[in-house]
Every structure is written in C-alpha cells, then in structure tokens.
C-alpha cells in the first residue's frame, strides 16, 4: 500500500527529548517518585520549557503513568516500543526512535537535547548554556560537565596503585594542573543529522559547558533522592511575597543584561554579551501589561541601542539612579511600595532601599545579593532577566487565579 505523507502541522528548531521507561529496577518508580513536592521527572521538563534555546519538550516513554506525568509537567509524549525500554536498550536507541516521530510531524530538526530525567537540579540556564557552547564553538555535540580536581588511582601489577590523572611522584598543587572535567551526565546536545548518521551523542567537534557541582545530583538510589531534596530546599526562596498588585518592573542594565564583562576591539569599541532569552521575557511582561524601565548610571550607546530594540524606556548617564527611580515613579503615578526593582551591583542598594521587592543575578555583588529579596538562578546576561520575568509571570498568574 502507498505510504501517504502529510506537511508538517509546525516547524521546530531544537526539541529537547528526555527518556523516561517505566522498569526501573533500582528504584521502582523512581521517575514519577514525589521530589520537594513535584514528581521527579517534572523537574527535567520545567527546565526544557524555561530554556530559550529548546522549542519544545518530548518525553519518551513506555509507562502510562509517567506519560499522565509529562502532560502534567508540559511535554509531549512519544510512545516508546517495548523492545526499546528493556534494560538492555540504549539512551541513543530511544533518541533515535523520538527523533523520528518527532520529524514526521514537524520536519527536521537543526538540535537535539537529550535531558536526563534522573537530574533534578538541571536548570534552564545550563541547558542553553550547552547550546550556546555549541554554537560559541562550531560544534557538532556538547555536553555538561563539572570541574574536577581530584587524583584518580587505579591498580598497577609493579606498583600497587598508580595515578591515573597524575603523575604518583609529583604532587602538584591544584593551580598547577591542567582543567579536568567530569562528564555531568544531565544535559547533552547535538545537531540531529549527524547524530542520525552516527547514532551516538558524541561526534565530530565537541563543546562543553561547566556547571556549578551543587547541581550534578544523578537519582539512583534513595540517598539521592534525599540529598537532592536538601539541595533543592536549600536553593535561595524570596524572602518575602513580591506585592500583591505590582505596578511596574525597573531594571539596572550592566550585570543584568549583561555579564558585566566587556570587549574591547583594536579602535577602542566596547561589545557586550546579552542573552536572547531576556527579550522574550520583556516581550512576555509587556504583554501582561507590565510598565518596564531601565535606569543605569553608565552612558553607553549599547544600552540605548538594547534597550530600543526591546521596545524599553530607558534613562542612562545618571548619577544618582535612586533620585531618578522616586521622580520616574511620581512622575507616572507609581507607588514605589507596589515597584519590583533588579539590580547586581552597591549603586543599586539605594533603589533596593526604595522599592517593594527587589531581585539580583546570581552574580551579583554580595552586598547586592544579601540584600535582595530574591536571587536568580542564573548569572546576569546568561538568562536572569528571563528568570525574574517568568517569575513575575507567574506572580501575575497566580494573582489573576484568585480573583
């Protein structure tokens, strides 16, 4: 019979696939296990759909319960065939099968995302920090990692034990070896059509991300369960509600929009890094009608220019952003009580001092970061201006819930 094609209903750059079979043995029902009040496989997802590199979020999975899940969570499901979810089946089996289904209804795919569902403190950040390595390094993979100093040993028949990563008769000091990386086993990327050609994850030229190793927590086994609960509830909260009806969003630019670090070229010319990401969250806030401003005390051309391409008031060479901050407000009926402000640095502290709720990057400086009511998870220009919107949004949200 004649096979019968169809156009595909939508196009996707990048999919982020997560494997999830139903037989673990380890830990039966592990994927769907309770983890600081999501189940365990919610917290994979969440990070996909936060990441502004991934399109969408398939779950691949063999269980109609950890399918319930996903729906749940925000995935699409991808029925996985019996005979790949058998203990002997690989992650590249399953990828392959999902890559499949997933081009057939959405042609084909530039990226690929295998996300572990056994990796619970994943974030959006590290996630989009794999692309961006990939695309900052021409690669055809990357992957995560975390920074590794120890001495690796393993049995010699003259010897004893001999060092695997090291020389035994020299004890260099940390500063002195070469960077080692240990494989994460979270987060790995690779373009779609050669890893359709090489069915493996790792091929061609290979980029790599480091992530912070307070977040390489693999689920095996119930202590992991409980040592990722305490990392989980131990990540910084908002110390405080944000108000219940905020009337508007201010921003610092340095450090937040940016990474803080600059470029210079042969002419003398500054160039930053921004994050992509940060415009959809703009985009998203002023869609819920949110009032936005940027205050900085530096003038920069750049600002101006980022801040007319994201459509956002903006006022830069001031030498006191506080006085600036209380005249804006009065000037647009705004009560600084009801404000939201996002600053990294000391010449923000006055702004904290004035507003109802303030937000600081990762990064930010300690000053900043302790007296902030909420830090972000990633660092200024690499994502924490999406963060603080998604986070906003989801204030907004819930507030509109309860009415």
Same mark, same amino acid.
């Given at each position: 019979?004649?096979?019968?094609?169809?156009?595909?209903?939508?196009?996707?750059?990048?999919?982020?696939?997560?494997?999830?079979?139903?037989?673990?043995?380890?830990?039966?029902?592990?994927?769907?296990?309770?983890?600081?009040?999501?189940?365990?496989?919610?917290?994979?997802?969440?990070?996909?759909?936060?990441?502004?590199?991934?399109?969408?979020?398939?779950?691949?999975?063999?269980?109609?319960?950890?399918?319930?899940?996903?729906?749940?969570?925000?995935?699409?499901?991808?029925?996985?065939?019996?005979?790949?979810?058998?203990?002997?089946?690989?992650?590249?089996?399953?990828?392959?099968?999902?890559?499949?289904?997933?081009?057939?209804?959405?042609?084909?795919?530039?990226?690929?995302?295998?996300?572990?569902?056994?990796?619970?403190?994943?974030?959006?950040?590290?996630?989009?920090?794999?692309?961006?390595?990939?695309?900052?390094?021409?690669?055809?993979?990357?992957?995560?990692?975390?920074?590794?100093?120890?001495?690796?040993?393993?049995?010699?028949? %003259?010897?004893?034990? @001999? /060092? $695997?990563?090291? !020389?035994?008769? +020299?004890? =260099?000091?940390?500063?002195?070896? &070469?960077?080692?990386?240990?494989?994460?086993?979270?987060?790995?990327?690779?373009?779609?059509?050669?890893?359709?050609?090489?069915?493996?994850?790792?091929?061609?030229?290979?980029?790599?991300?480091?992530?912070?190793?307070?977040?390489?927590?693999?689920?095996?086994?119930?202590?992991?369960?409980?040592?990722?609960?305490?990392?989980?509830?131990?990540?910084?909260?908002?110390?405080?509600?944000?108000?219940?009806?905020?009337?508007?969003? %201010?921003?610092?630019? @340095? /450090? $937040?929009?940016? !990474?803080?670090? +600059?470029? =210079?070229?042969?002419?003398?010319? &500054?160039?930053?890094?921004?994050?992509?990401?940060?415009?959809?969250?703009?985009?998203?806030?002023?869609?819920?009608?949110?009032?936005?401003?940027?205050?900085?005390?530096?003038?920069?051309?750049?600002?101006?220019?980022?801040?007319?391409?994201?459509?956002?008031?903006?006022?830069?060479?001031?030498?006191?952003?506080?006085?600036?901050?209380?005249?804006?407000?009065?000037?647009?009926?705004?009560?600084?009580?009801?404000?939201?402000?996002?600053?990294?640095?000391?010449?923000?502290?006055?702004?904290?001092?004035?507003?109802?709720?303030?937000?600081?990057?990762?990064?930010?400086?300690?000053?900043?970061?302790?007296?902030?009511?909420?830090?972000?998870?990633?660092?200024?220009?690499?994502?924490?201006?999406?963060?603080?919107?998604?986070?906003?949004?989801?204030?907004?949200?819930?507030?509109?819930?309860?009415?």
């Amino acid at each position: 019979m004649k096979k019968e094609f169809s156009l595909p209903t939508t196009s996707l750059r990048c999919a982020m696939i997560i494997p999830a079979r139903g037989g673990s043995k380890g830990l039966p029902g592990k994927n769907t296990r309770m983890l600081a009040g999501k189940p365990l496989l919610a917290w994979s997802v969440e990070a996909g759909l936060g990441a502004r590199g991934v399109d969408k979020v398939f779950v691949s999975t063999d269980s109609a319960e950890i399918a319930a899940v996903a729906q749940v969570a925000g995935a699409e499901v991808i029925a996985r065939p019996a005979d790949l979810a058998d203990d002997k089946a690989s992650s590249e089996s399953a990828l392959l099968h999902a890559l499949e289904v997933i081009e057939a209804e959405h042609g084909p795919l530039d990226t690929i995302v295998f996300g572990q569902c056994t990796s619970p403190l994943m974030i959006s950040a590290d996630i989009d920090g794999v692309l961006d390595a990939m695309a900052r390094d021409s690669a055809d993979t990357g992957f995560a990692a975390v920074p590794f100093h120890r001495f690796v040993w393993r049995a010699d028949n %003259v010897r004893g034990w @001999d /060092g $695997v990563n090291h !020389d035994a008769s +020299v004890r =260099l000091r940390r500063q002195d070896r &070469e960077p080692e990386y240990l494989e994460a086993g979270s987060i790995y990327a690779m373009k779609a059509d050669g890893f359709r050609r090489r069915q493996h994850r790792f091929f061609g030229r290979i980029a790599l991300h480091s992530i912070d190793p307070e977040r390489d927590v693999e689920i095996d086994s119930l202590s992991d369960f409980q040592l990722a609960e305490a990392l989980l509830h131990a990540r910084p909260k908002a110390s405080k509600a944000l108000p219940a009806s905020l009337q508007a969003l %201010v921003f610092d630019f @340095d /450090g $937040v929009f940016t !990474d803080n670090g +600059v470029i =210079l070229d042969s002419e003398g010319n &500054e160039h930053v890094r921004c994050d992509r990401g940060d415009g959809m969250g703009i985009s998203l806030l002023r869609a819920r009608g949110l009032p936005m401003m940027v205050l900085s005390t530096e003038e920069n051309p750049i600002l101006r220019f980022r801040c007319e391409k994201l459509r956002l008031p903006h006022r830069h060479g001031l030498s006191d952003k506080r006085v600036a901050l209380e005249e804006w407000a009065q000037r647009e009926g705004f009560d600084l009580a009801k404000v939201a402000y996002m600053g990294n640095d000391i010449n923000d502290l006055g702004c904290f001092e004035a507003v109802g709720f303030t937000i600081c990057p990762a990064d930010g400086h300690v000053s900043a970061r302790q007296a902030a009511d909420w830090v972000t998870l990633a660092p200024g220009g690499a994502g924490a201006v999406r963060e603080a919107a998604d986070f906003i949004l989801d204030h907004l949200s819930k507030g509109e819930q309860a009415k």
